[in-house]
């Protein structure tokens, strides 16, 4: 099977980590997969092959014929478009030339749910819409009118999960430059509202224990990063909040912290909750979007009501004072990792759907033919 996966930037964030094992997941499964990006990638990725087509201010029209090209020129089975513009532009190469099309709604930002010109276009030239999670399935159906057959839910995942030891975790802590008595809380994610950083700052306010401390990583604009230090020096929490940035060695904060934190305002799906899980971590997150569907409250973690940092507290609190409870969350969380949201499901999903779409063109077209 060849498979042209296509999307219109590879900027950091949980599109292009989807895109990445998608891409790496379908080759390690024998097929042929053509990556290809609107925007060059700002950083290096685990793909070395990724080619452009560089997309201009404005209508792209131009784009049709080159992806035409593309889908002829590789004898393209099926192509699979991450975003709305090269959902758009590849829906329209992919009519021309009678190609399947699948597209993965990604966006956390509800904005992109509403009716408009070019959702209402992407009914028509989409033959599969993938949504993220059952929660933006809904949506899709809801308020943008999809019909349910065409729509899918495929959860992401990650690739090995690993419980991490008292012993390793203090030699984390060591390399980390994290005090040995220090109650730790990690969030990560980039540092727009969205995120919910905010909350959480405030929360420590509640909170009498000083050895309790946050650690946040991601990157952000100038004016994020300033209005979040401004309310760390608000609380006189300067002590107690620390601004990583961007870090490639995420996984090290996670395995060294004692919670996962992030009480998002939205979230389409929210892989770090996976990844906090992946090493039994227990988590503290908020009950919007994919996320209910990750984190089950009382059993794998602690859902609190958006934008509540007294609630936040209360589950800080709740967590800090019973290591048995943490443990049993982790346990738990650990375990319905390996059920649900492994890599390997993502990966088979997607190749069942376009193993269905290609048979049901060709069944299409054979009858027309015939006739």
């Given at each position: 099977?060849?498979?042209?996966?296509?999307?219109?930037?590879?900027?950091k964030?949980?599109?292009?980590?989807?895109?990445?094992?998608?891409?790496?997941?379908?080759?390690?499964?024998g097929m042929?997969v053509?990556?290809?990006s609107?925007k060059a990638?700002?950083r290096?990725?685990?793909?070395?092959?990724i080619?452009?087509?560089?997309?201009?201010?404005?209508?792209?029209f131009s784009?049709?014929?080159?992806?035409?090209?593309?889908i002829?020129?590789?004898s393209?089975?099926?192509?699979?478009?991450?975003c709305e513009?090269t959902?758009?532009?590849?829906?329209?190469?992919?009519?021309?030339?009678?190609?399947?099309?699948?597209?993965?709604m990604?966006r956390?930002?509800?904005?992109?749910?509403?009716?408009?010109?070019l959702?209402?276009?992407l009914?028509?030239?989409?033959?599969s819409?993938?949504?993220?999670?059952?929660?933006?399935?809904n949506?899709?159906?809801?308020?943008?009118?999809i019909?349910s057959?065409?729509?899918?839910?495929?959860?992401?995942?990650?690739?090995?999960?690993?419980?991490?030891?008292d012993?390793?975790r203090l030699?984390?802590?060591?390399?980390?430059?994290?005090?040995?008595?220090?109650?730790?809380?990690?969030?990560?994610?980039?540092?727009?509202?969205i995120?919910?950083?905010?909350h959480?700052?405030d929360?420590?306010?509640?909170?009498?224990?000083?050895?309790?401390?946050?650690?946040?990583?991601?990157?952000?604009?100038e004016?994020?990063?300033?209005?979040?230090r401004?309310?760390?020096?608000?609380?006189?929490?300067?002590?107690?909040?620390?601004?990583?940035?961007?870090?490639d060695?995420?996984?090290e904060?996670?395995?060294a912290?004692?919670?996962?934190?992030?009480p998002?305002?939205?979230?389409?799906?929210?892989l770090?909750?996976?990844?906090?899980?992946?090493?039994?971590?227990?988590?503290?997150?908020?009950?919007?979007?994919?996320?209910?569907?990750?984190?089950?409250?009382?059993?794998?973690?602690?859902?609190?009501?958006?934008?509540?940092?007294?609630?936040?507290?209360?589950?800080?609190?709740a967590?800090?004072g019973?290591?048995?409870?943490?443990?049993?969350?982790?346990?738990?969380?650990?375990?319905?990792?390996h059920?649900?949201f492994?890599?390997?499901?993502?990966?088979?999903?997607?190749?069942?759907?376009?193993?269905e779409?290609?048979?049901?063109?060709?069944?299409?077209?054979?009858?027309?033919?015939?006739?």
């Amino acid at each position: 099977m060849n498979i042209l996966e296509i999307v219109q930037s590879l900027d950091k964030g949980g599109r292009t980590v989807r895109f990445v094992d998608t891409v790496l997941g379908l080759r390690k499964e024998g097929m042929k997969v053509y990556p290809y990006s609107l925007k060059a990638p700002e950083r290096a990725l685990k793909i070395d092959d990724i080619c452009v087509i560089p997309r201009h201010q404005g209508y792209n029209f131009s784009l049709v014929l080159q992806l035409i090209d593309i889908i002829r020129q590789e004898s393209i089975d099926v192509v699979h478009a991450h975003c709305e513009y090269t959902q758009f532009y590849a829906g329209l190469a992919c009519k021309l030339t009678r190609t399947p099309i699948v597209a993965t709604m990604h966006r956390s930002d509800l904005k992109k749910y509403r009716p408009s010109l070019l959702n209402f276009c992407l009914r028509f030239l989409v033959d599969s819409f993938v949504a993220v999670s059952q929660d933006r399935q809904n949506k899709l159906i809801e308020q943008l009118s999809i019909p349910s057959d065409k729509t899918q839910v495929v959860h992401g995942g990650v690739e090995k999960t690993q419980k991490v030891g008292d012993e390793q975790r203090l030699l984390l802590r060591k390399k980390l430059k994290i005090p040995a008595d220090v109650f730790v809380l990690f969030s990560l994610g980039h540092l727009g509202e969205i995120k919910g950083h905010h909350h959480t700052i405030d929360a420590l306010q509640y909170l009498d224990n000083p050895k309790v401390h946050l650690y946040i990583a991601g990157s952000g604009e100038e004016g994020e990063k300033l209005a979040l230090r401004k309310r760390v020096a608000k609380h006189q929490l300067q002590e107690r909040v620390h601004f990583i940035g961007q870090t490639d060695i995420a996984d090290e904060w996670m395995q060294a912290c004692d919670i996962f934190v992030q009480p998002s305002l939205e979230e389409a799906f929210g892989l770090v909750f996976i990844e906090a899980g992946s090493f039994a971590k227990p988590v503290i997150a908020t009950s919007v979007g994919g996320i209910k569907e990750i984190i089950l409250n009382n059993q794998t973690g602690l859902l609190v009501k958006p934008g509540q940092s007294k609630e936040i507290a209360a589950a800080i609190e709740a967590l800090e004072g019973d290591k048995s409870i943490r443990q049993s969350l982790g346990e738990k969380g650990f375990t319905r990792i390996h059920q649900k949201f492994l890599l390997k499901h993502m990966i088979n999903r997607y190749q069942l759907i376009f193993d269905e779409l290609i048979t049901s063109k060709v069944s299409i077209w054979s009858k027309l033919w015939s006739r």
